[in-house]
């Protein structure tokens, strides 16, 4: 997977911080929290690099989270 220049797919929250699976349930790369949850505890999930195994983690504003090629950074929200 040399040479990846995609960047990862903005996921807008309101807050300071989402948790993993309501992330990965709001971005669409899993179905449900029960999905969500396998993913998470197999270790399939990083977030900056580091495997995260909590489903209830919080990721806070700017942290870039990776499960299989699917790569997403968390931005806060703009309102209008």
Same mark, same amino acid.
């Given at each position: 997977?040399?040479?990846?220049?995609t960047?990862?797919?903005?996921?807008?929250?309101?807050?300071?911080?989402?948790?993993? +699976?309501q992330?990965?349930?709001?971005?669409? $790369?899993?179905e449900?929290?029960?999905?969500?949850?396998e993913?998470?505890?197999?270790g399939?999930?990083?977030?900056?690099?580091?495997?995260?195994? *909590? *489903?209830?983690?919080?990721?806070? $504003? +700017?942290a $870039?989270?990776?499960?299989?090629?699917?790569?997403?950074?968390?931005?806060r929200?703009?309102?209008?």
């Open positions: 997977m040399a040479g990846m220049t960047s990862p797919e903005p996921i807008a929250i309101r807050d300071d911080a989402i948790r993993l +699976g992330l990965l349930k709001l971005a669409g $790369v899993v449900d929290g029960g999905q969500a949850r993913v998470i505890q197999g399939e999930v990083l977030v900056n690099g580091e495997v995260e195994t *909590r *489903r209830a983690a919080n990721i806070p $504003v +700017g $870039v989270v990776r499960l299989g090629d699917q790569e997403m950074q968390v931005v929200a703009t309102t209008a």
